[in-house]
């Protein structure tokens, strides 16, 4: 149902700035539609704005504020501040709706919108057809009368209310006194509030990626460029690292040695951190297809046990709230804590990290590394016309490789959501054999899409 949709994705609505569909018209159309469908009852409806710091958020915004007041939405504009933030002022002020103005880890000349309901949590994609379905429709009728149109303005303590929120996830009585932090912000939404908030905290921080210009935000930076952040973190003799992407609702860690620590190390470390607390709410978490066998074993020796989804942090959310988990999250570093958050969210997630540091006294590259991960390899196929995953010979390629994997290993065969792409991903305990079977799946792919 998504990928037939006209302006919705996997997550939000996505593109390049200034051309379909994030262009003005789309906003405005998005902002009027939003603001009908989450129009209910009779008391003053209101819309929470936030966004990162691409050049284009500028446009975008003013032309969602405007579709908005048309609508009968006041407008609460908040700046600059990282998707989680968004979601939890969402909840926090009584908002109706949220909206977030990011394309996440991509360069700036992309930018998206996404939605919040009231609880915090992203649109389902039910919500989202509805919303869409009011996008392409008359609503000159259902637009608000000149008395009932919107009021917008700004929320000057926003950056300081999520602030306080991060810091109250900590366990009572924790600080941070004596570490030195070396944190990357993408040059994006978090730039201001996550240093400062470790820094309230006690830690000695250095700052990097924090001085966004319009055009820089993940330009050789944050976490799908994490190099300058291992490097400083080395320079500077800092515990440990932390990579924030655009709208800092995911990180990576680097250790006192250089060295990366992924999102499934990291969910590992917290899923054993809160068992051992008795703060795990299931003995389970949620994960996604992509996550490495390593991180299933290592709970499994816990006494734990990993629920998997389709890849977006979005199903991870949904799994979450059907299993009443309260810890979940991707390889690439989403991480959702939902007592604390309603989505993945770096800062928090780091928090967590550096509160076992803190318990522990041992170096980050001792505890941050709690299993052996699997080799695993990932490669593209692109192709054009219909999907050549659904071709027989395929589909015979794909049941004979996973025969010969057997229980010690693993094929995914997934479509991109953005692009006509198809991803192969392996893993298993012999790395031969982990690249001998994508290869066998990449040519049986290009062999049977050459054919069709």
């Known amino acids: 149902m998504i990928k037939t949709r006209q302006f919705f994705g996997t997550d939000g609505i996505r593109g390049k700035a200034n051309a379909f569909p994030m262009t003005v ?3 405005q159309k998005l902002g009027q539609a939003a603001g009908l469908h989450f129009r209910r009852g009779n008391h ?3 819309v929470v704005v936030g966004k990162d710091t691409r050049l284009s958020g500028y446009m975008i915004e003013c032309a ?3 579709g908005f007041l048309s609508a009968g939405m006041d407008v609460t504009l908040v700046g600059p501040l990282p998707t989680p933030a968004i979601a939890m002022l969402t ?4 908002a109706d709706l949220g909206v977030m103005i990011s394309a996440s880890h991509n360069p700036f000349s992309d930018n998206g919108i996404k939605l919040f309901g009231p609880d915090g949590f992203k649109l389902s994609d039910q919500e989202e057809t509805a919303v869409e379905a009011l996008m392409t429709a008359d609503l ?3 637009l608000a009368s000149p008395s009932e149109i919107g009021r917008a303005s700004r929320l000057n303590d926003a950056a300081g209310r999520y602030i306080e929120h991060a810091k109250a996830s900590l366990p009572k009585g924790c600080r941070l006194d004596g570490l030195k932090i070396v944190i990357d912000c993408a040059h994006g939404a978090a730039y201001r509030v996550a240093p400062a908030a470790i820094w309230e905290l006690g830690a000695d921080v250095i700052r990097i990626g924090c001085d966004p210009n319009g055009v820089n935000i993940n330009e050789q930076c944050g976490s799908t460029h994490p190099e300058k952040l291992c490097e400083a973190v080395v320079e500077h003799g800092a515990d440990l690292g932390i990579a924030l992407d655009g709208d800092a609702d995911r990180m990576l860690l680097a250790d006192e040695t250089g060295h990366l620590i992924d999102g499934d190390q990291i969910l590992g470390l917290i899923a054993r951190s809160w068992a051992k607390a008795g703060r795990l ?6 994960a996604t297809v992509m996550s490495n066998m390593g991180l299933e074993r290592f709970l499994a020796d816990q006494g734990l046990t990993l629920e998997r989804t389709a890849v977006g942090d979005r199903y991870v959310v949904e799994r979450m709230r059907e299993n009443h988990a309260n810890v979940g999250g991707e390889q690439s ?3 959702v804590l939902s007592d604390f958050a309603t989505t993945g969210d770096g800062l928090l997630a780091a928090l967590q990290v550096l509160a076992v540091l803190i318990e522990d ?4 590259s001792e505890i941050c590394r709690v299993f052996s991960p699997y080799p695993q390899l990932l490669k593209n196929i692109r192709f054009s016309g219909s999907s050549p995953l659904r071709l027989p010979d395929v589909q015979a390629a794909r049941k004979e490789i996973e025969k010969r994997l057997g229980t010690t290993g693993r094929l995914v065969l997934r479509e991109s959501g953005t692009e006509p792409l198809v991803r192969v991903m392996v893993e298993a305990e012999d790395a031969e054999e982990v690249e001998r079977a994508v290869n066998d799946m990449c040519d049986a792919i290009n062999a049977a899409h050459a054919v069709a």
């Open 333 to 335: 570093g989403h991480v």
């Open 64 to 66: 969602l504020v405007a």
């Open 281 to 286: 709410a299931t003995p389970s978490i949620v």
């Open 25 to 27: 018209e789309i906003a």
């Open 91 to 94: 909840r926090s002020l009584r």
């Open 361 to 364: 006294g041992r170096p980050a």
């Open 140 to 142: 000159s009728e259902q």
């Open 44 to 46: 003053r409806h209101r």
